[in-house]
């Protein structure tokens, strides 16, 4: 996969139709440096009450106003936080607030706005052609450029190197124009991201001080100075200082804001997290949500598990995809017509997230026994909160009377249901339906299986699984 990736939006306007210089100044178009364009849509989107930062959940009282000040004063910006904290998203997201369109010279290799050539070739075409100079237009999702920095990104890869192609044209060494431009300057008018700036060779941030402060660029002593109006973002691991690098000094003064990212504070901001970015091929209820975003916590919280390499929300998102992919095979091999994924489906996600946590020296063998001790405070603490009132008192006294209930991960929601126990008159199953939001026959199952779950962490019932994957409540 290449390294160098380019932002998207869902759908674009019709781009201008003025095609020359000429007819672009008598449109009454004005040039707006990169970091005025950027300044004006931001405010202009604050001002009328619009969202610059959609998606981006869980910042809205921290890195968000740290980052629009940083934007307003037209600051470069690198974010230093842990994986799986969002910067990537936050740094994709700028390119929202470029115009959609902007006019460069047609064919220019640096993307030069028609009313000031930068490159030889780009200033001798305008002299020649004056007023009749062609004009394309630039989506600005064409205006923002990403690399993933790796320990083998080459100078000639940010900045630029001698093409040998044109060499061998017949162009003269001294002549800029033999120039391959790198990453950086093909940005011009543009943002680039770095992802990563710690993995670097700090020679290679060497090479970025020019571009960071000076605005311009030097490959292989040419005397060649190209105003570059870019505005660079960066992202990095504050662990990345002392284990796979650093961001040299220098280079790090030259970033007028740096601004750390977290998890999310609170629960319902890593389960908005989770129910955006997971792609579910089941009906995952919200409780099981609750459940993982507070199993994720819990493992950021563990005193067992290494907070240096952090525990990214990847990890939420891949426990919420490996339960709804539970779900749909068990309705898939038993014929279920409603895929819906349960509290016995947990378990899958224990078994394959394993090994995206690093636990501390000394607590590798306990790897399973932490997870599922963590995974059984989180549904605990779940059913705390959203089953608070309901009083369960009947169903322990069923099951405490001989009744039980089976299920398990090739148990359908009909035999689950139907193995319930009768309970008179009461409306209970109802009752603990209706408190978590449960409609289908599929959601009514997992909203019980909940509340047995409930009752057999707080040591009111009794629960007994076999080999075959069957658990028995009594």
Do not use: C
């Not at 759908?11 to 950027?38: D, F, K, N, W, Y």
């Not at 090994?355 to 306990?366: A, C, P």
């Amino acid at each position: 996969m290449d390294e160098v990736t380019t932002a998207t939006t869902s759908s674009r306007t019709t781009p201008p139709t003025i095609a020359t210089v000429g007819a672009l100044r008598a449109s009454g178009h004005e040039q707006t440096a990169v970091r005025a364009e950027i300044r004006r849509n931001l405010l202009a989107a604050l001002a009328d009450g619009r969202d610059p930062w959609p998606g981006i959940q869980g910042f809205g009282s921290t890195v968000i106003p740290q980052l629009e000040r940083a934007l307003i004063a037209g600051h470069d910006i690198v974010l230093l936080g842990e994986r799986g904290q969002g910067k990537t998203r936050v740094l994709r997201s700028l390119v929202g607030l470029l115009d959609e369109w902007a006019p460069v010279i047609d064919g220019s290799e640096l993307g030069e706005h028609p009313y000031e050539p930068i490159t030889p070739e780009s200033v001798r075409r305008a002299a020649e052609l004056g007023d009749d100079l062609p004009v394309a237009w630039r989506h600005r999702d064409e205006r923002y450029a990403e690399k993933l920095a790796t320990p083998d990104t080459s100078v000639a890869d940010l900045v630029g190197d001698v093409d040998p192609m044109k060499v061998a044209e017949g162009r003269h060494l001294g002549d800029p124009e033999t120039i391959h431009f790198g990453l950086i300057p093909r940005s011009h008018r543009g943002i680039v991201a770095i992802n990563e700036l710690p993995d670097l060779a700090e020679r290679i941030q060497v090479a970025m001080l020019n571009v960071m402060e000076e605005r311009d660029i030097q490959v292989r002593g040419y005397i060649l100075r190209l105003p570059l109006d870019v505005l660079v973002v960066a992202s990095a691991n504050p662990e990345d200082y002392t284990n796979r690098g650093r961001i040299i000094t220098p280079l790090k003064d030259r970033f007028g804001a740096e601004i750390r990212t977290h998890y999310p504070l609170e629960v319902q901001d890593e389960v908005a997290v989770i129910r955006q970015e997971a792609d579910l091929v089941a009906t995952v209820p919200d409780h099981l949500i609750e459940v993982l975003a507070r199993f994720t916590r819990g493992l950021r919280e563990s005193p067992y598990v290494d907070q240096r390499s952090g525990v990214s929300a990847r990890f939420a998102i891949a426990g919420a995809e490996t339960v709804a992919a539970a779900a749909l095979h068990r309705a898939t091999v038993r014929g279920e017509s409603d895929a819906v994924a349960r509290v016995v489906d947990l378990e899958t996600a224990v078994d394959v997230l394993g090994g995206k946590i690093e636990l501390e020296s000394g607590q590798e063998d306990r790897g399973r026994e932490i997870l599922e001790h963590l995974l059984r405070t989180a549904t605990a603490e779940t059913v705390r909160r959203r089953l608070r009132g309901v009083d369960l008192g009947l169903l322990v006294s069923a099951l405490e009377e001989g009744g039980q209930v089976t299920t398990g991960e090739q148990v359908t929601a009909h035999e689950l249901l139907t193995s319930l126990p009768q309970l008179g008159e009461s409306d209970l199953y109802d009752t603990v339906a209706e408190h978590l939001g449960a409609a289908s026959e599929g959601e009514r199952a997992a909203a019980v299986e909940l509340a047995l779950e409930g009752l057999y962490l707080a040591q009111k019932v009794s629960k007994d699984s076999d080999d075959a994957g069957t658990t028995t409540y009594g």
